[in-house]
C-alpha cells in the first residue's frame, strides 16, 4: 500500500510537515488558532527527529499486522479492508497506552488532554497527506515503496 | 455434533482464532463455546465499566455481528469435560461436541485469600464483567471499599471506586505497590499520586482477620492490630491459569498449560492460548504465564493459523504493562527490579513529572519504565524484543528526543521501511 517515506538525504529539519500536520488536524484548519487558541491544542502527528547532522520525519508506518491493531484493547485500532492503512477511532479510545508500547516507531501521540491517543490517518478525509504536500523539499514522498 | 474447529472460551484469544482461521480458510465450521453473559467484551475495560465511564456498548470489543459475519456458531455453555481420544467435549448442559482442533482459550481464574471470619459470598473478585456488574450493585449502600491487592487489577479497580465517589483502603502485602512491575521510585510517586486522590494505600500490611460489624459492615483486622471498616471486600491479589479441564484430559500442564510455539499443546490436535497457557518470556529466557492481553490476541492468532493448517510461530512476550490510573501514565516492561548486576540508567524530572529507567545486560535492554512521557516505550521495546546491542548509542537512550535518529541506520530502515 502507499505509505509516506522520508528521504533523509533531502530532509533538513524544519519541522514543517508537524505545523501542517498539526493544523490539518485542528477544527479551526488556521495555523494561528490551532497553536495559539484551540483548546485542547491540536497534536501533530508525525514527529520531526534530529540527530547531528540527520533529520527525518516519523509516522505511523500503517505495519502489516501491525502491533498496535492487535494489541488494542478496545477495537479502536483496526486495518482498513480496502486500503490496508491502519485507523484510529477516538470515540473507542480510552488512552490505555497498550499501543503506544508496542509500536517501534514511536509514532503514537498521546493527547492527554482529550484522554486518546492520535496518529497519523494519511490525511483520510482529503486523500491527499498534507505533510507530503506541504514538505519545502520533497524530502517526504507518498510512495509504494521507499525512495 | 461436529466441528472442524472448536474453541472453548469467547475472549481475546478465542477472537483472534476466529480471524486467524477465516483469513485462510473460509469455509472451515468453527464453533464458539463461552460461558461468560457476552463474548467479545474488553475484559481490562471493566474498571471503565464501573466507572461508569463505558456502558456495555463500549465495552464491546468485537460486536455480536463479528461472530455471525465469520460464521461462528455461538453455544453459550460450559465445557466441563475433554476426551482426547474420541475427540468429544461435554457441555455442563449435557450436550456433547466433536472436534476436528481444539483450542482451549479458556484463560484464568482469580486466587482468592484465605480470610477466617466471612463467607466467601462476601469475598467479591474483579475480573470478569458480572463482577464488575455485582460490586456496583452493591454501590449504592457501601461507602467504604478494601481492596486487597496493589497489583494492576487493584490500582485499576481502586480508581474506579474512587471515580464512583467511594472511600478505598489498598492493602498491599509487598512494602510496596506494583513491586513486581515498578521499581521503588516509581512505585512511590504512583502511591503519592494515589493518596492525593484520596485512596488510603497501606503497604506492608495484610488483613489477619474480618469481623461483622453489623449490617453487611465488616471491621478488618490488619496484622499490627490496626482496625479499619469497610462495606465491602474485594481482593485483587491474582490470577491463575485455568488448567484443570486440561489436567483431567491428561494435557502437559506446568504451570499454565505447556504448548510448544505453535500453540500445540501435549496432545497435537489440541491448542491452547492467552491466559492460560506459557509462553516463552524473552526478558527472562524462560516459559511462563503471561497473563496479558496483546500475548492473548497474539497467541490467539497463532494457535488459529495453525489450526488452519498454515504455519506460524509465536515469537514470544514479556511482562509489559501499560497503564493510565491516577494520572499517572506507565509503561514498563521486561525486568525492572534486577538483582545480580546490571547497569541501570534513570532520569527523574519532578518539573515535567516524568521518571525513566532502563535495566541494561551485557549491552541489551533487559527491562525499562517510563511514567509520564511514554511515546518512545515501542522503539525500547522493540530494541529489547530484537535483541539490539545499544552500547553505541547508550548515552542517548534517556534524552527526551531520543528516538529512530539515534539508531544505526539498518536498525533504523528495519522500522521505517515496513
Ligand atoms: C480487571 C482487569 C484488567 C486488565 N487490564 C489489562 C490491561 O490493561 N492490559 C493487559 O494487557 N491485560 C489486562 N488484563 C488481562 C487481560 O484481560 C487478559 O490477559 C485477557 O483477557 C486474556 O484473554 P484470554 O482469551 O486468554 O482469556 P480470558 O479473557 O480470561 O477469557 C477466557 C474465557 O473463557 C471462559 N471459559 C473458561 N472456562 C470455560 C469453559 N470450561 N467453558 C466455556 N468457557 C470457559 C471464561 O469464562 C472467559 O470468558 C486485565 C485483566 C483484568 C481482570
Ligand atoms: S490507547 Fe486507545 S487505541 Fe491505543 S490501545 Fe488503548 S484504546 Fe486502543
Known sequence: MKKVYANERLCMGCGLCEVYCLVAHSSSKDVVKAYLKE???????????????????????????????????????????????????????????????VCPAGAIKVDRKLGVVAKCDLCATSGSPVCVEKCPNQALVYAEAPP | MRFEHLIVGGSAGAVSAV?????????????????????????????????????????????????SKNRVRLIHDAVVEVDPDDRVVKLAGGGRLEYGRMLLAIGGEPITPELEGIDREELYTFTTLEDAERISTRLSEAHRVAVIGGGFIGISLAEALTKRGKKVILIELKPRVLSQALDERASRILEGKMAKAGVEVLTGR???????????????????GEKRLSDLLVAAIGVKPKVHLAEEAGIAVNSGITVDEAMRTSIPEIYACGDVAEVYDFAHGLHRPLALWPVARGSGKIAGYNMAGLEALYEGATAMNAMNY??????????????????????????????????????????????????????????MRRR????????????????????????????LWK
Open chain 1, 39 to 101: 483548546r485542547p491544542k491540536p497534536v501533530s502527528r508525525i514527529r520531526k527527529e534530529v540527530h547531528r547532522s540527520l533529520s527525518f520525519a516519523v509516522q505511523c508506518r500503517h505495519c502489516d499486522e501491525a502491533p498496535c491493531v492487535e494489541a488494542c484493547l478496545t477495537g479502536a485500532m483496526n486495518v482498513d479492508e480496502k486500503s490496508g492503512a491502519v485507523t484510529h477511532d477516538p470515540e473507542r479510545c480510552v488512552e490505555c497506552l497498550t499501543c503506544v508500547m
Open chain 2, 326 to 383: 491516577f494520572n499517572a501514565p506507565i509503561i514498563t516492561a521486561g525486568l525492572v527490579n534486577p538483582k545480580s548486576p546490571h547497569l541501570v540508567l534513570s532520569r527523574l524530572d519532578e518539573r515535567g513529572g516524568s521518571y525513566s529507567r532502563i535495566v541494561l545486560k551485557d549491552g541489551l535492554i533487559v527491562g525499562f519504565t517510563l511514567l509520564g512521557e511514554v511515546e518512545q516505550a515501542g522503539l525500547l521495546l522493540y530494541l
Open chain 2, 19 to 67: 480471524e486467524a482461521i477465516r483469513s485462510v480458510d473460509k469455509g472451515a465450521s468453527i464453533a464458539v463455546v463461552y460461558d461468560e453473559e457476552v463474548p467479545g467484551y474488553s475484559r481490562p475495560l471493566i474498571p471503565h465499566f464501573l466507572a461508569g465511564e463505558l456502558g456495555l456498548d463500549g465495552m464491546m470489543f468485537r460486536s455480536m455481528e463479528f461472530w
Open chain 2, 206 to 224: 495484610a488483613v489477619a482477620a474480618v469481623h461483622r460489624e453489623g449490617g453487611r459492615t465488616l471491621r478488618l483486622e490488619l496484622d499490627n
Open chain 2, 388 to 415: 539490539i546491542d545499544v552500547r553505541r548509542f547508550k548515552g542517548k537512550l534517556l534524552h527526551p528526543q531520543f528516538g529512530l535518529s539515534a539508531l544505526p541506520q539498518k536498525v533504523r530502515r528495519e522500522v
